[in-house]
């Protein structure tokens, strides 16, 4: 189930969480604002996700594996809808603020009862899919896996802890990079060596 091989980009990965702390002291604070160039390049990373798990539906012979990449494309898609905060942050105001829900006319009134069946919808398809028999046909590079826990937890404790080391949007922002490259690792690595059953 596991793939226990230590692969060269991990050292990548180590050397970047000390270069955040270091590099977040020389970059404007601006640089992790709303539609900013490290929010556009997650998007980026989110948008290749999307395309994976098409790539995975449109190969894979298996009927019951299009569910679970049909999950996996939503999945991306539902991250990506997030980032962007439900459209908002397309709408930033002239202060630099999004708009309030009940300024978005009918989308504020239908945004989050769709998000909740977007949801509803991803787990309908990972249960359709027998997403537990779909791990039993795929390796997962575990240390991949454990640093995306790691990217997860880091992207947490920035976000929700005050911390001495953790401040500000651009400790959490640049986690978040790293945390998306990871799934797109752990996406990318189970695409190509996909068992089909």
Same mark, same amino acid.
């Given at each position: 189930?596991?793939?226990?091989?230590?692969?060269?980009?991990?050292?990548?990965?180590?050397?970047?969480?000390?270069?955040?702390?270091? %590099?977040?002291? /020389?970059?404007?604070?601006?640089?992790?604002?709303?539609? !900013?160039?490290?929010?556009? *390049?997650?998007?980026?990373?989110?948008?290749? !996700?999307?395309?994976?798990?098409?790539?995975?539906?449109?190969?894979?012979?298996?009927?019951?594996?299009?569910?679970?990449?049909?999950?996996?494309?939503?999945?991306?898609?539902?991250? /990506?809808?997030?980032?962007?905060?439900?459209?908002?942050?397309?709408?930033?105001?002239?202060?630099?603020?999004?708009?309030?829900?009940?300024?978005?006319?009918?989308?504020?009134?239908?945004?989050?009862?769709?998000?909740?069946?977007?949801?509803?919808?991803?787990?309908?398809?990972?249960?359709?899919?027998?997403?537990?028999?779909?791990?039993?046909?795929?390796?997962?590079?575990?240390?991949?896996?454990? *640093?995306?826990?790691? *990217?997860? %937890?880091?992207?947490?404790?920035?976000?929700?802890?005050?911390?001495?080391?953790?401040? !500000?949007?651009?400790?959490?922002?640049? *986690?978040?990079?790293?945390?998306?490259?990871?799934?797109?690792?752990?996406?990318?690595? %189970?695409?190509?060596?996909?068992?089909? %059953?």
């Amino acid at each position: 189930m596991f793939d226990k091989r230590f692969y060269p980009h991990l050292w990548l990965l180590i050397i970047y969480i000390p270069f955040v702390f270091i %590099v977040k002291e /020389f970059l404007p604070q601006n640089a992790a604002r709303e539609n !900013g160039p490290i929010e556009n *390049f997650q998007l980026v990373l989110l948008a290749v !996700g999307i395309y994976l798990c098409w790539q995975g539906m449109k190969k894979t012979r298996g009927s019951m594996d299009k569910y679970i990449w049909q999950a996996g494309m939503l999945f991306y898609i539902l991250v /990506f809808g997030r980032e962007l905060s439900w459209g908002r942050a397309l709408l930033m105001q002239s202060d630099g603020t999004m708009p309030k829900w009940r300024e978005l006319g009918i989308w504020g009134d239908i945004a989050h009862p769709l998000i909740g069946l977007l949801i509803a919808l991803l787990l309908f398809l990972f249960w359709r899919g027998r997403f537990l028999r779909f791990l039993k046909t795929v390796k997962i590079p575990m240390w991949d896996l454990i *640093f995306l826990i790691l *990217f997860i %937890v880091l992207v947490d404790i920035s976000e929700h802890y005050n911390c001495s080391i953790f401040h !500000g949007e651009i400790d959490e922002e640049l *986690f978040e990079c790293a945390m998306y490259f990871e799934m797109l690792r752990v996406t990318g690595f %189970v695409f190509k060596n996909k068992k089909q %059953v």
